[in-house]
């Protein structure tokens, strides 16, 4: 297989990037302008934008090499939303000067730079952002412009459908309806888009509207293109597919169930979105006004709200290939905040590209879960999917005297250990106390580790002799962790950790509670209080 795949590579890069394909994209006659233009509305990053318009190299070519997640951007030309928010014209001038060294030396056929997602991901930006950089500059540039849109558009309807799933399938599907409504009045490929949408939309997006990676990052991704394409559709005057309509009014609601009181979303399978500006535009121009959701049964994940506390639990498996190539191990794990402060939470998803942040981010050990001889909950392949996976279980969520629990189980320990685990995570009715239970029903004699992963904002300290600890958030209020007695030995710790919540990994601590089962079952209990003033 191997071998074949290299054969078919070798074989399209020599027809792809002949002088015969090239003049076969671009034949025809050009449109003298385009047909459709767009107004991209998303903020844009003048920070960014000031530090490319001064810099004197281009962007393609940085001085430190780059990882393949961090290029796609560069590529893709996003950096046109950086230079146009910062509203100068210098910043219109490095534009059209970065475009016309794209189209002098970069404008053939290249493996990176014409992947099917990155090419459909240009094409939106170059006709979103034409009105910024092409209108009212010379004619060549405008017109070279055009003529590579329309071979980019024609290499894309070749290749399509490509076997792409998620945004990066999103992305490219996006791109050949936007080019399409602007560069065709025929609407030869708009069409096909319409259908791959269609079925991308079926297969990837759940009946309680999550999106199948169970990612929140990707939910918020997806829902960033659908909302391009309902804009290009509406621009051109055509009809919007009511599977459309309906994916984006269903996706709204399960989105606001990952968002803390901090604006930025939770930490779950590869999710590390904590910047709640891009999720500010999603919902603001999704027009889908839809409630919180408090549960989703297919996604699988709870929240729990009381007072000002949030409770967020995974409760479910790994999604099925090809989905889980950002898939998590950390079954059962949880985050908890109070009011816009993060207190306990999962280490997120490490820079993308990187193999080994990739292995250990996505770890169990690397989420506020309990994990059994230091061994994943399920498989985590190196490529970045998901090897042996546990059964669907189902959640119980209930409430009793004003207390709100949910209370679930995972077998991925059953076929290595012969140990299921079930967890029960009971929230106060005011949101001031947390109570968990970990239970592992098994042989006796197993090594387990309790993770509680820590915000680095919070300060941590053990205290009355090692047996609790003390959490200070910034605002000034104290919680006091502790473990029930009667744990069969076990111990709790203070170490070290790391927080890649923003993507940039950052310093923080862990509480960490290992010990050995002494019976069938085996309980751990813990409790998370809020300390009183006075």
Not at 1 to 24: D, N
Not at 62 to 90: E, N
Not at 296 to 301: A, D, E, R
Not at 503 to 532: F, H, N, S, Y
Request: charged residues 25%.
């Amino acid at each position: 297989m191997r071998v074949l795949r290299y054969l078919r590579k070798k074989t399209q890069a020599l027809v792809y990037g002949s002088p015969f394909y090239r003049a076969l994209l671009g034949r025809g006659k050009n449109p003298p302008h385009l047909h459709l233009i767009l107004n991209d509305s998303w903020p844009g990053d003048a920070k960014a934008g000031q530090a490319i318009a001064a810099s004197p190299s281009s962007p393609f070519e940085p001085a430190q090499p780059l990882t393949p997640a961090k290029r796609k951007p560069l590529l893709a030309h996003g950096w046109l939303r950086d230079l146009k928010a910062m509203g100068t014209d210098s910043a219109k001038r490095k534009a059209r000067a970065l475009l016309k060294d794209w189209l002098i030396n970069r404008d053939n056929w290249e493996e990176e730079s014409w992947a099917p997602d990155v090419l459909g991901e240009r094409l939106t930006n170059w006709i979103s952002f034409h009105d910024f950089c092409a209108v009212h500059a010379d004619e060549d540039l405008e017109e070279r412009l055009i003529a590579s849109l329309l071979r980019q558009r024609n290499h894309l309807l070749r290749v399509l459908p490509a076997p792409l799933t998620g945004t990066e399938g999103l992305q490219a599907i996006k791109g050949l309806i936007v080019a399409d409504l602007s560069l065709s009045k025929g609407r030869k490929a708009l069409g096909l888009g319409l259908e791959l949408l269609q079925r991308h939309l079926a297969a990837e997006i759940l009946p309680d509207g999550g999106h199948i990676s169970r990612n929140p990052d990707a939910q918020l991704k997806m829902l960033h293109h659908l909302i391009d394409i309902r804009a290009a559709l509406r621009a051109a005057g055509q009809e919007t597919p009511p599977e459309l309509l309906t994916a984006i009014e269903r996706m709204v609601p399960a989105l606001k169930l990952f968002r803390h009181g901090d604006g930025g979303l939770a930490h779950f399978n590869g999710g590390h979105q904590d910047n709640g500006l891009e999720m500010e535009a999603v919902l603001s121009m999704a027009e889908a006004r839809g409630r919180v959701l408090r549960r989703l049964p297919q996604t699988g994940y709870e929240r729990v709200t009381a007072g000002r506390a949030l409770l967020l639990v995974d409760v479910g498996v790994p999604p099925p290939w090809p989905h889980d190539k950002t898939a998590h191990a950390g079954l059962l794990s949880f985050e908890f905040s109070v009011g816009r402060e993060r207190l306990i939470v999962n280490c997120g998803a490490g820079p993308e590209g990187d193999e080994e942040w990739r292995a250990a981010t996505a770890a169990t050990a690397a989420h506020s879960a309990l994990i059994l001889a230091d061994t994943n909950a399920c498989e985590v392949l190196p490529e970045g999917h998901i090897g042996h996976r546990p059964k669907p279980v189902a959640a119980q969520r209930y409430e009793q005297d004003g207390a709100h629990y949910v209370e679930t189980a995972h077998g991925g320990y059953e076929s290595g250990f012969h140990v299921t685990h079930h967890r029960s995570l009971c929230l106060a009715a005011e949101g001031e106390e947390l109570h968990g239970r970990d239970l592992l029903s098994g042989p006796p004699g197993q090594e387990y580790t309790i993770r509680w992963h820590l915000h680095p904002t919070v300060q941590a300290s053990l205290v009355q002799g090692g047996q609790a600890a003390l959490l200070l958030t910034p605002s000034g209020l104290g919680w006091r962790f502790r473990i029930e007695s009667g744990i069969m030995g076990g111990e709790l710790s203070l170490e070290s950790s790391v927080y890649c919540g923003g993507g940039t990994p950052r310093r923080t601590l862990q509480l960490k509670v290992t010990g050995r089962t002494d019976e069938d079952p085996a309980v751990i209990g813990w409790m998370l209080v809020r300390e009183k003033k006075g």
